[in-house]
């Protein structure tokens, strides 16, 4: 796959403070690739820089190609962007607030019409398309955010912690279109979240802090330096756990070890039949990832 984001050395300070320290790296057509820092590791800093909003002061940012100093109007055209806080008019309906979107990409009359229409079967806009913005539920809100973004069928969507303060079954939902969009358009999402489950899908993987990246990867690579998996032993004393010469911590009703591979833990049990009678095995997560790499908890954050 080609890259669709190119970033290499991309540095950008705001007086004594850099906010994005010679940074590198590619972005894959047709790929999700989370870009995960606690606030203030120089996330959005490095999107408005993509999007044309901010001068770098040095480095070589490309989209599609196309260097982001040279045309912004080329680079807004393939990329669609949903910000934290809504772009959405909340005095305009969420029809009113499409259509005037569309209007910037000289998409009017039928051909809108046809756009509005298939952006209204992905996300359920037709019960909610005369009400204003303001009088929406957040998870309604982020629908028209999100159909907003794409109504001029970008290449990159860009989503600035897109799901943060929705309930799980709303999330859920928007992740089924966002993932039936990649499937259907090969569409590319930039995904930045305080969630490490919707991280855990990626395709890659970046974690910044302070401006520079400190891990990269593949959801799998990451968890094999960063986060171990588990055995938890119940029922077990400790003069027994002792007897696998192995740090543990004590936990509620047994004991929990720290294993670095399944071939260490098959071996392990295999070799202490009779101490491992009731015990399960679990696979470390990306919050662990995330705390390990950084020392900080994303989700607290």
């Given at each position: 796959m080609e890259g669709i984001i190119k970033i290499d050395n991309l540095t950008k300070s705001y007086g004594n403070?850099?906010?994005?320290?010679?940074?590198?790296?590619?972005?894959k057509k047709g790929e999700l690739f989370s870009f995960l820092g606690i606030n203030g590791a120089g996330k959005s800093t490095t999107i408005n820089i993509i999007c044309g909003e901010l001068r770098k002061d040095s480095g070589t940012v490309l989209v599609c190609d196309q260097d982001v100093d040279c045309d912004d109007k080329y680079i807004k055209k393939k990329i669609g962007v949903v910000f934290q806080e809504s772009l959405l008019d909340k005095s305009l309906t969420v029809y009113d607030n499409l259509k005037?979107?569309?209007?910037?990409?000289n998409i009017t009359g039928k051909d809108f019409i046809k756009r509005y229409d298939e952006l209204s079967s992905l996300f359920d806009l037709k019960e909610i398309e005369k009400q204003p913005i303001r009088e929406l539920s957040g998870g309604q809100r982020r629908r028209a955010d999100i159909a907003r973004a794409i109504i001029h069928n970008p290449e990159i969507l860009i989503l600035d912690e897109p799901t943060?303060?929705?309930?799980?079954?709303?999330?859920?939902?928007?992740?089924?279109?966002?993932?039936?969009?990649?499937?259907?358009?090969?569409?590319?999402?930039?995904?930045?979240?305080h969630y490490m489950e919707e991280a855990a899908d990626s395709d890659y993987i970046v974690i910044l802090?302070?401006?520079?990246?400190?891990?990269?990867?593949?959801?799998l690579e990451l968890k094999n330096k960063y986060a171990y998996d588990m055995i938890l032993i119940y029922n077990i004393s400790?003069?027994?756990?002792?007897?696998?010469?192995k740090?543990?911590?004590?936990?509620?009703?047994?004991?929990?070890?720290?294993?670095?591979?399944?071939?260490?833990?098959?071996?392990?049990?295999?070799?202490?039949?009779?101490?491992?009678?009731?015990?399960?095995?679990?696979?470390?997560?990306?919050?662990?990832?995330?705390?390990?790499?950084t020392g900080y908890d994303l989700e607290v954050e």
């Open positions: 403070i850099k906010a994005v320290n010679n940074l590198s790296f590619k972005v005037i979107k569309a209007a910037l990409y943060t303060g929705l309930d799980p079954g709303t999330r859920k939902k928007i992740w089924k279109v966002l993932n039936l969009l990649r499937k259907k358009q090969n569409l590319t999402i930039f995904l930045t979240t802090d302070k401006g520079s990246i400190i891990a990269e990867g593949t959801p400790e003069d027994e756990i002792k007897k696998l010469n740090p543990y911590i004590r936990i509620r009703d047994g004991f929990k070890i720290e294993i670095k591979t399944l071939e260490e833990a098959t071996e392990l049990i295999i070799k202490n039949r009779n101490l491992f009678k009731d015990y399960e095995i679990v696979k470390g997560k990306m919050d662990d990832v995330f705390l390990n790499a």
